[in-house]
């Protein structure tokens, strides 16, 4: 292991105040696990939420006021920021960050503006991985100015077809059409008529690839990367895999068809590639990256970067991860990761997200929800996720809601565990899948 009271002296401090921005449960589970280390002298988390009040103080402040950020961080001392949700990395909030006079001693644990386009445009993140010789689906790219030629594209192409929105579209901005009819009907809605707003101002169509999804993740310090367990998520609403797609509505780690034959092809093919075409190409990139794989008869095609950790899968990662979080972090912020191992819990983690009726469309929020203390935590983890609390009591804000992280011997083992938790849990609407990792079982 790196010398990590040199890394902390770098800093300044042998202990560190760190500030977390997110209100999901991927910041709840982040702040659960820093909440645990030694080296974590004091933890706020911006805005939070009523997950994350029991391991930090909240601020309430919004992600996209940079001004107000910067200000919790002088007014409160903060040694490193921890980046949770794409947007602010999209937008600059690491650039805007570092480059002012007075946090000159700040680390920020998310990329630069110019890396977080892996994420913030699927457009450039395609062009990087041509760059870079890296597996992916055949592509092409199209705006307003090409729109005639984009639609006799789609009229030749082999079915089904992935239309891409190119920007930011909250999880939502994918869609696999079937037939040629929907393919155009969806290419107009997202060009000619923004259903997407600014994000599908330019569309990538895609090669559909048919496979198995797995994701994987890499805290990088620019120059050194470690990988952490890999995970399954879940992204149709309705079981079976049916339904529209959301934000998220399970995980499983590890993945049980990832075995080290698999792992190494990704790393040699996808994640080595990544790291040192970013070195390659000067794109300053401190922090995590999730790649989004598809492997087609044993081999790893990428599919999307995203420039974080995902959510729900953070919430089956973490918990999986033995090595002090703080510590990790603060070895990626002195560049000193070529000298970490990680180490894994061989247990399985399964989460099941519980989320507001109606989602991922219309829902209600302000709804009471009773039985939290009640799930065991001998076995099991409750992540808040769209949680706020009025007078003392937790109510719903937001389409997931929360979720129950449990460990156990197998996926089969680990999921009926939280089954069993989350029956003990309720609001009035809600709903969760009670088939993740169906296919492992």
């Not at 009271?5 to 202990?15: P, V």
């Not at 009040?53 to 040694?79: M, V, W, Y």
């Not at 569309?203 to 993740?217: H, R, Y």
Request: hydrophobic share 40%; net charge negative; glycine share 10%.
């Amino acid at each position: 292991m790196p010398d990590i009271r040199k890394t902390l002296k770098l800093i300044g401090s042998l202990t560190m105040r760190i500030l977390l921005l997110g209100s999901g449960g991927r910041e709840h589970a982040l702040a659960w696990k820093m909440a645990q280390s030694p080296l974590c002298e004091k933890l706020f988390i911006a805005p939070g939420n009523a997950g994350t009040s029991q391991c930090g103080t909240n601020l309430p402040i919004s992600l996209s006021d940079f001004e107000e950020i910067k200000k919790a961080c002088i007014r409160n001392k903060i040694d490193l920021v921890v980046v949770g949700p794409e947007e602010p990395l999209v937008k600059g909030i690491t650039d805007f960050l570092i480059t002012d006079p007075a946090l000159q001693k700040l680390d920020v644990i998310g990329p630069r503006k110019t890396g977080a386009q892996l994420e913030g445009s699927k457009a450039f993140a395609k062009a990087f991985m041509m760059r870079h010789h890296i597996p992916t689906a055949i592509y092409r790219e199209f705006t307003l100015q090409n729109y005639e030629e984009g639609v006799e594209y789609l009229q030749k192409h082999p079915l089904p077809v992935v239309l891409k929105a190119d920007g930011l579209a909250a999880g939502k901005g994918v869609v696999i059409c079937e037939n040629h009819l929907e393919a155009i009907a969806e290419f107009e809605l997202m060009i000619q008529r923004a259903k997407f707003g600014e994000a599908g101002k330019k569309v990538v169509v895609e090669q559909f690839l048919k496979g198995i999804e797995i994701s994987v993740f890499v805290l990088t310090d620019g120059k050194n990367y470690v990988i952490l367990p890999e995970a399954k998520d879940y992204k149709r609403v309705g079981e079976g895999d049916k339904g529209p797609n959301t934000g998220g509505m399970g995980a499983v780690s590890p993945v049980p068809f990832a075995k080290d034959a698999l792992m190494k092809k990704i790393e040699a093919k996808i994640i080595h590639p990544t790291v040192e075409g970013l070195k390659t190409e000067g794109l300053e990139y401190l922090g995590f990256i999730f790649f989004g794989l598809m492997i087609v008869e044993n081999e790893p095609y990428m599919i999307e970067y995203n420039c974080r950790m995902g959510d729900p899968e953070t919430e089956v990662v973490i918990p999986r991860l033995k090595n002090d979080l703080v510590q990790l972090l603060a070895a990626a912020a002195g560049q000193q990761l070529d000298g970490v191992k990680i180490d894994t819990d061989p247990r399985t983690a399964c989460t099941i997200v519980a989320v507001s009726g109606g989602y991922p469309g219309d829902y209600k929020k302000g709804m009471a929800i009773n039985g939290l203390s009640d799930v065991n935590p001998a076995d099991s983890l409750v992540f808040y996720m769209g949680t706020a609390e009025k007078n003392g009591q937790v109510i719903t804000n937001g389409g997931r809601v929360f979720c129950i992280t449990s460990y156990g011997r197998s996926v089969f083992d680990a999921v009926e565990i939280s089954k069993e938790e989350m029956e003990k849990v309720f609001f009035i609407g809600m709903e969760y899948r009670r088939d993740i990792g169906y296919e492992f079982e």
